[in-house]
Structures are given as structure tokens and as C-alpha cells.
């Protein structure tokens, strides 16, 4: 460390240097027994203790941070096009940081000044943000600020380009903005990349329909750690044995039988032996990594029975979806689940209690013909203290789970229509929950930002997921129900492992999401992962490869729901609050998109990943998913403008 | 947000806190800004996992639990925020009145009134108290209504069946080939190059069309329904079915489609006003009563002939009949034959009220306007526009005819278009203009009469002023590009002179396109 004598020496230094005063400077080097500094030694001396130690005063007058500010944007402004828009990322976590420093320094009315000046440059991006911090005005309010906290303790990953890095520095050093350096310094994760590998970024950009703006994020981990956790590698095959392998040998076992019997006839002539029918199991299966109770073989053969049904949905095969809308339940239904046999249908209310429907029982009431016709009530059954936010049925059909804003969760029964038991562990609201596709183990998502992995036998959660900056807002099993996807409000999906409990992937990509994420859902071959969030924009990534693929924009509000279909999961179904269901093609965005930029033939189909659009009447759609025969549940409540009073 | 001075008035009312520096006063209403801020996020928060689209007062209770601060219990729970924040400005807005007025009438007394912006800044909700022991004597509330839900299908195999559950998707190719598949086909193939949707949509058409006729078997007896097929078939090439025709069937319609047609017949005949406005609404929007449009059409037909001279009766039924040929997803093709005739009772009939007085020439007039929508919508029908203009026609020119008629065979043609209007209209206006001129000029006793004649000329004027003015604004333009002076350029502009001769300086108005001498005339 230099001290603050020989660090006065080095500007006096430059200065001269600077003006032109060679004279005096050698005499001045002579003197003093000092060197001239090259450049590249400059920026290695740029620490942040010295800067603070040369010129504590100036970073004191608020002045500087406007004007550091400005000549940023003035210079970003003036800049080359070709790196205007990787700069511009820079923008808003200086703006953020500027505005904080100078409220811990208790300028406050100058702190003011200063977002009302520099705000129209954020303002379209960041309306939300922008809105909490305009009311932060003094610094006990920063302490007591969740949004505050993360950004002064955790770090902005930002990626450059070797060459506008570059650029950027010596900027700084030519201007002298050390406010600006000391931010960067402090505040910033700089990943400075090689062309080659923006080039790939930027294929991959290519595609999208929309070209969105870059937006500076924020994980927690830095950049080589980021890039540790991803590329590890991930077993995201199914397991082995498992149903879906089963119905397709079930097929292909049909098909070679058919095709036998016809060659039988012309072999028996020529006196050669039969084949034997072998069925090749996908490379990829994996075993199952957590202890689990085995399927009963009377449920695997139900499952494979109901699966070998199914129809092949695709492109040229739409689906057939079956709406089942709710009435008299505005403002009192949050959350829908349909089970997969299409059996039941559980929603939880606002009112704390949960609902169920027996469909069975009503069709045999049709059946009979009762002359006594009686509305079909709902089973109700109470428990919960406040909101029920979601409701999931077991994949074995003989129970369903619930979660509220107690903060608990509750398992019900629906064959004695009783609480079975109670999970405490989440000290805020709980916002989601899934069951792995094998039951007994479920996953929760809460607003204290983390997620928790519980068995249905146990009291206690087996896992804890941390590491979200925000609630994490949506969960979901992957189909091999050895990981976990948690998708949260800090624009973020994460992929935790439930053997040890690590996350091992971090999906944040600086074109993806710009606001929180409120859906997933996982293909059925546990190779894609769909994340939709409160603009309306689905994010298709690739778990393997750890990269976006491909991103769908067409729906106008948040997604509550999406769903793959079952055996092939060529379609993906989206549900929103904009009273649409939309229908995809995971087919063609599946193709490599690198393939798809050399041919522009195939480019041009690949613009229609948008299958078809169904619109509802009046109903926001809450719940999406295909049965085992491949038809696609929705459910949705009826809503009118008219409000209604009655409370229930 | 909130100004420093909102607070400062607070502390000025209630004594307790006393009074509060200008500074403190910024500082607090600074820090309530930023707990409001914050609890309006975590309120969105609650919303959007509740699945909702709008805020209501229960989300910012939640929220106020989650920081476990006391909860505010007396909105209404249910109600958008925005409702509410806009009937609590109304309040404050009555209240400002209130004290408004009030400080008028103190004026004049004495000068030392309240600030009138005392109450503008701040609004309570007024706690009711209850009386115990009449709350326990009232009846029990009603029982609350319990979520129910019913299944339908959005979608079959891709494509959304028109059930009254489902909304109505415009310009949605799919559902356009269902069903006018008529000379669209071509475009199709380059949409949609997927043959095996294609046949699959031919095969729903071909049952589609099997269902509409039925009806009309039903009804009408086989030979009508071999003409209409005849006609209808030739233009779409495709032969098979009009040979085969499906032998007499029994009619199905659902006890709901039974019940809305009885709702809408009862109140098209006995309904006020408000009710009649609703059922046209309904006639236009409603996607599921495709299977009711045959019994509507022969109603319609069925009432015309009965109710000839009432005429609410007749407005009611025109105003049906306009809106079933707007409703998109009802198909009229088939029922034309007993729709065209009932419009057209309504424009030509010679007596159409039971007193002279009546203003029957608005049904005229409302009749033609719907026969152009109709005519226009099934443009397809080469042979429909003729026949109706001929019919028109013949009635303009027959000099025995009465002069009511008279007037409706005007309003029919020129409701037809401009094109109409110069072959048909003008050529004759010289004999119509024979008759009807002496009886204005001569009539002196029978002032009805005159009326009709005078009626049916300035008709006659606004459909050939129209010509005029089109032709006029053509011909401006054509000089501003050309910078010539020609008149008899164009063999299709009409010879105003001879128009003039006619009408005389009435015309004007339409040649100088000027607004003020038009609204005159029509006035």
C-alpha cells in the first residue's frame, strides 16, 4: 500500500505529464526518487483504499456523482453503436449505486435531485424498482429494505466484450471518474468475454422474435461460479424402466407383430427363422438418486395402460381441451389442480378452506337419474388460518396437498376427507407447491425465499433450498424427480439437486426474463425447462446445455400455468390472465438454432412457433394440464366487473 | 404523493400531537411514502398469486399482516382498489361541496370560517355501531352461493366448437372455410399447405351442411329445399349434395335454445324498450343459435303477413331480422328466399299503419337500410341482388301504384347503391316527376297526399344529389390533376343540365359541396 505522501506525488506527477511540463517533471523525478507509472501499472495501482485515501473530499461533494453520471451517459451516447448496447447495461446499477451512496452519506435532498434527474433513462425498464426507490429517502430506511439490502450486498453480473472493457477503462482513467471506478470496483461483476463466444450469444439472440434490451442481473454468485454450477453435469434422462419406455415398446412391440404376421406368409416358404422383437432403451436413463417407495405394479399398469392410449399430439394434432369453469367464485379461488385421471378437481379458496369434486360420483349420479336434483356441493374441508395459495393433487390419486399464507402446509385425504397431517417450517407465506411424479415427496416454495423438499411421512423438510435474492414464486418436480426448478422475483431459475441439496444450475440470462417468474414446467424427457413470467414472456432452456433457446412473447399478462404434453411434448400450453390459452410448438424450437440460421427456408417456418390461440369468455385461466390421454384440462374462474359483495 | 402540509393539518386537528415543524412534516410524510410504497408491493404480490388481475382491499390487509400491523376491517373486501379510491374521491369531492356552499353562506355573516381545504386532504371511513340486541333479532343473512363449475370443450382436435360458451374468434381462417368455403379455397392452399386439415375440414363441412338443412326439410317441404340446394351448390362445384338429399328428419333443439326463443319472441312482442335492445344484442353476438335461425326466419315471415299494419310490431321485427344478418356465425343462406320477401312487404307495402299520420316512412327507411346489408353480406348470390333490384323497379315505374309505394321503391333503389341509383333512378326521375309534380302544385284539398308527394321528391333529390356529388368531387380532383376543363369527358357521368331541368336550383347544394347549403336541404 502506498502511502498518502507518495500518492500526492504520483498526481502531482500526472499533472505535469499531463500539461506538458517535462522539465519540471524530470526535476520533480529526480527529487523525489519516483518513476512515471506506464498505464497498465496505473490501473493496478486504482485501489479502492487509495482512492479513498487520495481524494476523500471529492467524493464527499454530491456534486460529483451528478456529474460522474452525466459524462457516463454522454459518453455511452456518443460511443460506437456497435457497443452502445453493451454499455448502456452499465447504466443502471451506477444509477442505483450513486443514489444509495449518496443517501448513506445523508445528502438526502440532493439523493432526490438526483433521481429525478438521471429517472427517465430507467423508468421503462425498471417501473417497479424505480417506484420503491424513489420513496427511500433516508438511511434507516435502506437498512430496512429487502430490495436495498440485496443490491448494496450482492453483486451485478454484467457481461463485456474484451473490446468495450476495454474501452470503458480508459474512460475512467482518462476522465478520472474514480467515483465511477470505485462502484465498479465495489458493486460489479465484469465478465469480459472473446468475440467468438459474444458471437454465440448473439446467434442465439438472433432468433428470438423481439429483439429485447440487455438488462444488468443479479444472482448472488459471481461469474466463475456461475459458470461452475453450470456446467456440471446434469443425469436429466428419465429413469430407468420407466412408464413412458414401457408404452413405447408396448408400440413398437404391436408394430413388429403386424409387420411379422404379414411376412410370415412368404417365409414359411423360403425357411428362414423369425425375428425376435429387442427393444433399445434411450441411452440417457438414469437411476433414481433418492430413497423412494416403489410404484404398486397395479398403479405402474394403470399408468402404462392410460399412457398407451394416448394420442400423439403435435404440429398437425392438436390437442382437444376440455374447459372446466368456475362460477360464483370470484375474488374467492386462487389455485385450481385437476388430477391427472381427470377424477378429481381441488381448488383452494381464499377463504382458507380447500374444495374437492368427486367427478365419478357425479356421473353415476346422472346415471341413476335421481328425480331429486340437487346441486352438486363440494366437499369443503377447513384447516388452514389464512389464503390457500395452491392446492396439488398426488400422482397415486388418494390424497392432495395445500399450502397457505400460514405459512404451513397441509396434507388431506380424499378417501376419509380429513387432515392428515401438518408441515410447519416456512416462517412466511408459502406461494406454491408440487408433488414428484412418484408421490410420497413434495416441494415447496415460500415468500421468506426459499424453497423447502418434504416427504409426506415426515414433520420435519428433508431439504433446504437457498439462494434465491427473492420469494421464490414457483416450483416444480422434474419428471425423474431428482432435481428440483424454483423460479422466484429476482428474474431468476434455479435447478437444485435433491441428493445433496446443491443447486446445479442457475438459469439468468441478461435477454431473458425482465420480471419475476411465475410458472415452469419441464418436458417429458426432462430435457427443456419452460419458465413464464409477469410480462407474458416464456423462456425455453436447454438443461443439458444450460442456455436459452428460444423465448415465445405473445401472451399480454402474467402466465399462471403451462404444461408439456405427455409421451413426445411437442406442444407446450400456456395459460395466462389474459383470458387466453396459447398452444406452441416445442417441435420446431427444439431444432439447434444454429442449424436453423443457415437455411432461411427453414428460418421462415421456424417464425411460427405460435400454434393457435384460444380465447375464454371473461376467464382468467388458473390451471393447465394434459392427462395421461393427452387431453388438455384448463380450468378457470368466471369474473365480472359487477363486484360482488357476498363473502362466503 | 403526500405534500408535508397534509400532515401539518393532521397535527392542526387532533391537539394531541400539537404542532409540527415544517421540516418534521416533510421527513414524515417522506417515511409514510416509503411504508406505502412498500406495502403496495408486497399487497401486488399477494394479488398475483391469488390470480387475480385487480387489486382489492383483502390484498393490502394481507400485506399489513405479513408486517403484523393493526388491519383496516371496514371496506368492503371484495371490491378493486380503483373502485374504491374513485367512490372515496367522490365523497370528498361532495364533502368539498358541502363545505363549499357552507362557507358561501358564512361569508356574508362572518369571515372567520375553516380552511376549505381542511377536509379536501384527508378522508375516514365512518365506523357504523351496532346495536347488539337487534342484530340478534334480525333474520340470519342469506346463504352465501357456493362455487360451482361446469365443463365444456374450449377446443376439439384444435379447432374451438361455436358453443355459446366459447367467444367468437373474427377472421379466423379455420372457422371461415367451415363455413363460407365458397371461392376462398385457393387462398387456403397457400395458408395452410396441411392436407390432412384440409380434408379433415371438408368432411366437417359436408356434415355441417347436412345438419342446416334438416331444418329446412322439416319445415318446408322438399321442393323448396331442392331449389335452394340447386342454386347454392351450382356455385361451390361440388355436386354430391345436391344430389342426395337426407330424407325428412325430426328436428332436435335443446330445452335452453327452446327457452331462449320463447325469452326473445315474448319480448319482441311485449317487452319495453330496454328489453328489445338487449335481445338485439344478443341476435347479434350470440354464437350458439344457429340451430334457432329457421325458426326465427319463419316467425318473421309468419308476423310480417299478420301484422301489417302495426307498426312497432314491424320495427321490432326489421330491427330482429338486421341483427340476425349481422351476427357472424349464423348462417341465412338457406332461409333467404322467406327472409327477402318479409323486408321487402316492409319497404313496398302501400299501407303499413293504421292511421295516414303515422311515421311509417322510418320502417321504409330502416327496411331498405337492412336489405343493402343483406344484399352486401351475400354478395356470393349473383342472382339475389338482381331479382330484388328488378322487384324494386317494377314498383318505380308502375304509374298505378300508390305513392307510399311509390317512395319505398326510392328508398330501396337508392339504399342499393350509387351504381343502382344511375342505371335505374335517373333515367326514370323525368316520368316519376310527371306525377308527383302536379300534385304539388295542384292538390289543394287531400294534404296527405301532397305530403307523400313531397316525401317521395325530396327522396328522389337525395338519391340523385348523391350521384351528383360524387360525380362533382371526381371531376374536381380529375381537373386538379389533368388541368383541363372537359365536361363531357366520361360517357358514365350523368348530364347534370338535364337534372337541372328537373329540379332546378335544388341541386345546388350537391355541385358546391359546401355543408351549410347541404344541411339546409336535408333540414
Keep these: 500500500m502506498l502511502n498518502l505522501e507518495k500518492l500526492i506525488n504520483y498526481r502531482v506527477m500526472k499533472y505535469l505529464e499531463n500539461n506538458q511540463m517535462y522539465g519540471t517533471l524530470n526535476t520533480f523525478e529526480n527529487e523525489t526518487s519516483l518513476t512515471r507509472l506506464t498505464n497498465n501499472q496505473r490501473i493496478e495501482r486504482y485501489n479502492l483504499v487509495e482512492l479513498i485515501l487520495f481524494d476523500p473530499q471529492k467524493l464527499l461533494d454530491p456534486q460529483f456523482y451528478f456529474n460522474s453520471y452525466q459524462s457516463l451517459k454522454n459518453w455511452i451516447n456518443t460511443s460506437l453503436k456497435l457497443f452502445q448496447d453493451e454499455l448502456r447495461v452499465l447504466l443502471y446499477p451506477i444509477f442505483l449505486h450513486c443514489y444509495f451512496d449518496l443517501i448513506e452519506k445523508q445528502k438526502n435532498e440532493r439523493a432526490l435531485e438526483f433521481f429525478h434527474k438521471f429517472k427517465h433513462d430507467h423508468l421503462e425498464k425498471f417501473p417497479t424498482e424505480l417506484g420503491l426507490l424513489q420513496s427511500i ?73 423481439t429483439e429485447g434490451e440487455k438488462l444488468a442481473l443479479m444472482t448472488g454468485e459471481t461469474f466463475e461460479e456461475i459458470f461452475s454450477i453450470n456446467s456440471q453435469k446434469i443425469e436429466w434422462g428419465l429413469l430407468k424402466n420407466c412408464i413412458e419406455d414401457r408404452v413405447n415398446e408396448k408400440r413398437e412391440r404391436e408394430l413388429f407383430e403386424k409387420k411379422e404376421r404379414i411376412l410370415a406368409i412368404t417365409r414359411k416358404r423360403k425357411r428362414t427363422k423369425a425375428k ?65 385421471d381427470s377424477r378429481y378437481i381441488t381448488i383452494g379458496c381464499s377463504d382458507s378452506s380447500v374444495r374437492y369434486w368427486d367427478l365419478t360420483k357425479q356421473l353415476e349420479k346422472k346415471k341413476s337419474k335421481k328425480t331429486n336434483k340437487k346441486p352438486d356441493f363440494s366437499k369443503v374441508m377447513h384447516g388452514h388460518q389464512g389464503e390457500v395459495y395452491s392446492v396439488k393433487i398426488s400422482p397415486l390419486n388418494h390424497s392432495f396437498v395445500s399450502v397457505s399464507q400460514d405459512g404451513t402446509a397441509r396434507l388431506w385425504s380424499f378417501e376419509t376427507d380429513h387432515c392428515l397431517s401438518i408441515y410447519n417450517g416456512h416462517n412466511f407465506p408459502i406461494w406454491d407447491v408440487d408433488f414428484s411424479p412418484f408421490g410420497y415427496y413434495f416441494v415447496t416454495g415460500s415468500m421468506d425465499k426459499t424453497a423447502m423438499l418434504w416427504s409426506t411421512d415426515s414433520e420435519r423438510p428433508h431439504r433446504l433450498f437457498v439462494g434465491h435474492l427473492s420469494d421464490v414464486d414457483c416450483v416444480k418436480f422434474h419428471p425423474n424427480s431428482n432435481y428440483v426448478a424454483t423460479g422466484s422475483s ?30 415452469l414446467a419441464f418436458s ?125 | 404523493m403526500l405534500s408535508p402540509s397534509v400532515i401539518i393539518e393532521i397535527s392542526k386537528k387532533k391537539e394531541k400531537i400539537g404542532k409540527i415543524d415544517q421540516s418534521v412534516a416533510l421527513l414524515l410524510s417522506r417515511e409514510i411514502e416509503f411504508r406505502i410504497r412498500e406495502l403496495l408491493l408486497d399487497s401486488l404480490s399477494f394479488m398475483r398469486h391469488s390470480k387475480r388481475k385487480a387489486l382489492i ?158 331444418p329446412v326439410i322439416q319445415m318446408n317441404k322438399q321442393g323448396a329445399v331442392k331449389r335452394t340446394i340447386g342454386t347454392k351448390i351450382g356455385s361451390k362445384g361440388t355436386t354430391e349434395i345436391a344430389v342426395e338429399i337426407t330424407p325428412i328428419m325430426k328436428h332436435n333443439i335443446t330445452q335452453e335454445l327452446q327457452f331462449y326463443y320463447d325469452r326473445v319472441i315474448d319480448i319482441i312482442h311485449g317487452g319495453n324498450e330496454r328489453q328489445r335492445y338487449s335481445v338485439y344484442n344478443s341476435l347479434t353476438e350470440d354464437t350458439g343459435i344457429q340451430q334457432l335461425a329457421p325458426y326465427f326466419i319463419q316467425h318473421i315471415q309468419k308476423e310480417v303477413k299478420n301484422n301489417l299494419k302495426q307498426l312497432d310490431v314491424m320495427m321490432a321485427l326489421m330491427k330482429m331480422s338486421q341483427a340476425l344478418i349481422r351476427n357472424e356465425s349464423v348462417l341465412l343462406g338457406l332461409f333467404l328466399h322467406q327472409l327477402v320477401p318479409s323486408i321487402l312487404t316492409c319497404i313496398l307495402s302501400s299501407d303499413l299503419s293504421s292511421s295516414q299520420f303515422d311515421d311509417h316512412w322510418k320502417l321504409r327507411d330502416f327496411a331498405a337500410q337492412t336489405l343493402s346489408e343483406l344484399c352486401h353480406k351475400f354478395d356470393n348470390y349473383t342472382s339475389l341482388k338482381p331479382r330484388v333490384i328488378n322487384t324494386l323497379a317494377l314498383s318505380f315505374v308502375n304509374k298505378t301504384k300508390k305513392l307510399t309505394t311509390h317512395y319505398g321503391a326510392i328508398v330501396g333503389l337508392a339504399a342499393l347503391g350509387l351504381d343502382v341509383i344511375r342505371l335505374i333512378l335517373i333515367p326514370n326521375a323525368m316520368n316519376s316527376l310527371q306525377i308527383l309534380n302536379p300534385i304539388i302544385e295542384t292538390e289543394k284539398k287531400d294534404t296527405i297526399k301532397k305530403i307523400q308527394a313531397i316525401k317521395c321528391r325530396g327522396m328522389l333529390l337525395l338519391a340523385i344529389g348523391r350521384v351528383v356529388m360524387e360525380q362533382t368531387e371526381k371531376r374536381n380532383s380529375k381537373r386538379l390533376i389533368t388541368q383541363k376543363n372537359d365536361q363531357n369527358d366520361d360517357d358514365d357521368f350523368v348530364d347534370v343540365l338535364k337534372l337541372y331541368d328537373m329540379f332546378g336550383n335544388a341541386l345546388d347544394c350537391f355541385i358546391y359541396s359546401d355543408s351549410y347549403h347541404y344541411t339546409q336541404v336535408l333540414i
Excluded at chain 1, 425376435?276 to 417407495?293: G, K
Excluded at chain 1, 443447486?503 to 439468468?508: E, G, L, M, N, T
Aim: hydrophobic share 35%; aromatic share 8%; glycine share 4%.
Design chain 1, 137 to 209: 429517502t433516508t438511511k434507516r430506511q435502506m437498512e430496512t429494505n429487502n430490495f436495498a439490502t440485496t443490491t448494496r450486498s450482492k453483486k451485478f453480473n454484467i457481461i463485456l466484450s474484451s473490446h468495450s472493457f476495454e474501452l470503458y477503462f480508459t474512460f475512467l482513467q482518462e476522465m478520472e471518474l474514480d467515483l465511477l471506478n470505485k462502484i465498479t470496483y465495489k458493486y460489479l461483476n465484469i465478465r469480459v468475454i472473446s468475440s467468438n463466444e459474444l458471437r454465440r450469444y448473439k446467434i442465439v439472440d438472433d432468433n428470438d422474435e
Design chain 1, 276 to 340: 425376435q422383437f429387442v427393444f433399445q432403451e434411450p441411452l440417457n436413463r438414469t437411476n433414481s438418486l433418492i430413497p423412494a417407495p416403489k410404484l404398486t405394479i397395479q398403479e405402474n399398469n394403470r399408468r402404462i395402460e392410460e399412457l398407451s392410449l394416448s394420442i400423439d399430439a403435435g404440429e398437425n394434432n392438436l390437442p382437444s381441451i376440455c374447459m372446466f369453469t368456475l362460477f360464483n367464485s370470484q375474488n374467492k379461488v386462487n389455485s385450481v389442480d385437476i388430477s391427472k
Design chain 1, 490 to 519: 429476482d428474474r431468476t431459475v434455479r435447478l437444485w439437486s435433491l441428493s445433496d441439496g446443491k443447486c446445479v444450475r442457475i438459469f439468468a440470462d441478461m435477454k431473458g426474463h425482465k420480471s419475476g417468474i411465475t410458472s
Design chain 1, 524 to 648: 417429458p424427457d426432462g430435457q427443456l425447462l419452460a419458465s413464464g413470467d409477469e410480462d407474458g414472456v416464456i423462456c425455453l432452456w436447454d438443461i443439458g446445455k444450460s442456455m436459452r433457446i428460444r423465448k415465445f412473447n405473445s401472451h399480454d399478462n402474467y402466465i399462471t400455468c403451462m404444461d408439456f404434453s405427455v409421451l413426445n411434448g411437442n406442444i407446450l400450453a400456456s395459460g395466462s390472465v389474459d383470458n387466453t390459452v396459447k398452444i406452441w410448438n416445442v417441435e420446431l424450437a427444439r431444432k439447434n438454432p444454429i442449424d436453423i440460421q443457415r437455411s432461411k427456408i427453414l428460418k421462415h417456418k421456424f417464425q411460427n412457433v405460435l400454434l393457435k390461440t384460444f380465447p375464454t369468455k371473461n376467464t382468467p385461466v388458473l390451471h393447465l394440464g394434459f392427462s395421461m390421454r393427452n387431453i388438455l384440462h384448463a380450468s378457470g374462474v368466471m369474473t365480472s366487473d359487477i363486484p360482488n359483495n357476498q363473502e362466503f
Design chain 2, 57 to 214: 382491499p383483502r390484498d393490502i390487509c394481507n400485506a399489513l399482516k405479513l408486517r403484523t400491523r393493526r388491519m383496516i376491517n371496514n371496506l368492503p373486501q371484495t371490491i378493486p382498489v380503483r373502485k374504491i379510491s374513485k367512490k372515496l374521491l367522490k365523497g370528498i369531492k361532495d364533502q368539498e361541496q358541502k363545505q363549499e356552499n357552507l362557507i358561501n353562506n358564512n361569508n356574508n355573516n362572518n369571515n372567520n370560517s375553516n380552511d376549505p381545504n381542511d377536509l379536501q386532504t384527508t378522508h375516514k371511513n365512518q365506523e357504523k355501531i351496532l346495536n347488539v340486541k337487534k342484530l340478534l333479532r334480525s333474520s340470519l343473512p342469506s346463504y352465501p352461493i357456493v362455487p360451482t363449475f361446469r365443463s365444456h370443450w374450449l377446443a376439439i382436435a384444435g379447432t374451438m366448437p361455436k358453443i355459446p360458451e366459447n367467444v367468437i374468434v373474427y377472421n379466423d381462417n379455420l372457422i371461415d372455410e367451415q363455413f363460407y368455403s365458397v371461392h376462398q379455397t385457393n387462398d387456403f392452399q397457400d395458408i395452410n399447405s396441411n392436407n390432412k386439415e384440409k380434408k379433415n375440414i371438408k368432411s366437417k363441412n359436408k356434415r355441417f351442411r347436412k345438419n342446416s338443412i334438416q
